[in-house]
């Protein structure tokens, strides 16, 4: 279950440098330099729009995979197989 986790979190990570890396610095779209034929397909607003939404949707995404993960990590600790100490 675990390893599921860390793959879907490597994808999702991957995805979202992706999508910033896309982004203009200046706030102003797609670079002109990476993909600057996206900018007359779509146009500026709406591949803006759809760049922050995907950031803002990749970001939480990764963060709930992460939370999700820790948990399922700290409910498996206990399992009850611990050696007791013996006291000399």
């Known amino acids: 279950m675990l390893s ?21 610095s200046k706030g102003g779209g797609i670079d002109p330099n990476f993909g600057g034929q996206a900018q007359q397909l779509f146009g500026a ?10 950031t803002w949707v990749l970001g939480a995404a990764l963060l709930i995979l992460c939370v999700v993960s820790a948990l399922t990590v700290g409910a498996g600790t206990a399992t009850g197989t611990e050696i007791p100490l013996q006291s000399q």
């Not at 599921?4 to 203009?24: C, G, H, K, P, R």
């Open 45 to 54: 607003a709406r591949s803006t729009d759809f760049i922050e939404k995907a």
């Open 4 to 24: 599921t986790f860390a793959v879907l979190i490597a994808i999702v990570s991957v995805l979202l440098i992706a999508v910033i890396l896309i982004q203009n």
